[in-house]
């Protein structure tokens, strides 16, 4: 393992690439009693289309998510939550647009934990029985989610304001498209994406790295297998597809999402440069400290529920903010007229150095977290960063590209507003 230092956050990282391909990242957290592992895959809700081996695919919308649940069963009927339980460990799984990842935190039996987790994540077992059942498990986790207020009103804001991208599909599916998945499916994604090529093991804790490393070759082997070859043909523009939508639910007062659609942020460390400016345009419009944020709380327009910030997918970015206001309209003319103003004016040097500092440290202090750190190294290997080197990124931005972010895109051009009223409104 090769080792890298950084002395500026005091941290160091083991990193190595096996030879069946898999990255294998170490954080060292000397004296610390919890170990925490994850196994990722660069495969989420939104790669549907791909090629593998020749032959190109078309899965049904949900079908990471149903991978990701499916991987829990292992041959013979043993029950993977129970046997880690069993070592003292916890596990668990989420599935995002872009990736999915299982994880297990444990004080005691690390090596066995971690070879549990490495064999059944690299263990595909579907049955046309196993399927059924986790198709009506899955469609009432659906029906949960259409129930819920939050989750509609941010999926219906993605449906305003992209055109063809699978993020306008939620990361469950819909209860028609999981219908369509089957076994042979599932074993088809699992040797797509599920290859040691397209993964990351990263541990943070105090364990050995050449263990960890030895460990994942002995489970996994030495041979390099064929990586699915994601198929990308998106081609969103600037427009939305939607300026406005409006539904009725069981809400006890209006709940709203406003969305900025914001270019690609592409891959590497300009893709890590344009979240940093995105975050800071979040913060310098209505961040709790902002002018913005502080008047129309004082006005009543917001209440504690409101917040935002930036999101990237492969393909698409957007800043987004949202919550309860009996005033959604009002909510957002004062976003755009506050957007209008910086754009001309930019955000004053003292006031750009205050915010970047400020959200430096707090990215510093999520290195405290086993789950952020854990987290933030997996998903900035798939975007083709190193994470530890974000300080450097924080440095080089500018004010001025700051003002160009919000005067190039929140606009009322980028912009769409999902909302839900309750139905005795309507």
Known sequence: MNKFEYPRLGESMYRTVLANGLTVAVVPRPGFSRKLMYFATDFGSIHTDFQLDGQQYHVPAGVAHFLEHKMFDLPGGRDVTAELAGLGAGVNAFTSFDITAYFVACTDNFQQCLKLLLEFVSTPYFTEESVRKEMGIIDQEIGMNLDSPDSRVFEDVMVNLFHRHPIRVP????????????????????????????????????????????????????????????????????????????????????????????????????????????????????????????????DGLIDSSFGGGFETSEGVSMLFCGGDSDEPEAVRDAILAAAAELAKTGVDEASFLRMKRSALGRRIRDLDSFDSTCFRVCAHHMSRFEYFDFPGVYEEVTAEELREFIATCLTPERMSMSVIVPKEEA
């Open 171 to 298: 990361i469950l599916g819909t209860s028609e498209t999981i219908r369509q998945i089957t076994p042979e499916i599932l074993y088809t994604c699992h040797r797509a994406f599920y290859t040691p090529g397209n993964m990351i093991l990263c541990v943070v804790g105090d364990v050995d790295p050449d263990r960890v490393a030895a460990i994942a070759e002995e489970v996994l082997g030495t041979e390099k297998r064929s990586v699915g070859r994601k198929l990308r043909d998106w081609n969103e523009d600037m427009t939305v597809a939607s300026p406005e939508s409006r539904r009725t639910m069981e809400v006890s007062m209006p709940t709203f999402q406003l969305g900025f659609k914001c270019e690609d942020a592409g891959w590497g460390r300009e893709s890590v440069r344009k979240e940093v400016v995105g975050d800071l345009a979040a913060e310098a419009l209505f961040g709790e400290s902002s002018e913005l944020y502080l008047r129309l709380y004082e």
